[in-house]
């Protein structure tokens, strides 16, 4: 079964950092571009970083910029999301998102991804 699955979400501190991870299963996260979105409730779902497949190209939105780290794993299975000194904007549902052989666009479309994750919440306590 073809599926990603994110950990790491929980409720952390104003100015705190978590790391949130989304493990691959049934597919390898090689040649696929890799991304996290995040939602808040009552609002859109909106793009946070990228990775292209090759790993030539890149995007972050401007919230995410100096705070937000996007990688991937050697092993090729897992895409991390570093998130450091977190404010109150950041609580959301966080989700990871693959696309075989994907590049990045500005703001991250959802319709350029095929794999999802169910999402991972982040609370930030002010």
């Known amino acids: 079964q073809v599926q990603l699955v994110e950990s790491g979400g929980g409720l952390e501190q104003f100015g705190g950092s978590l790391r949130l991870s989304c493990d691959a299963s049934g597919f390898s996260l090689d040649q696929h571009a890799i991304a996290w979105l995040r939602q808040a409730p009552g609002k859109h779902r909106e793009g946070a970083a990228c990775i292209s497949s090759s790993g030539a190209s890149s995007w972050s939105a401007a919230f995410a910029k100096g705070r937000f780290t996007i990688s991937r794993a050697n092993n090729g299975n897992t895409m991390y999301l570093q998130l450091n000194n977190l404010d109150t904007a950041d609580p959301a549902a966080y989700y990871c998102?693959?696309?075989?052989?994907?590049?990045?666009?500005?703001?991250?479309?959802?319709?350029?991804?095929?794999?999802w994750g169910q999402g991972t919440q982040v609370t930030v306590a002010s």
């Open positions: 998102a693959a696309e075989y052989l994907g590049g990045c666009r500005r703001g991250i479309p959802e319709t350029d991804f095929d794999y």
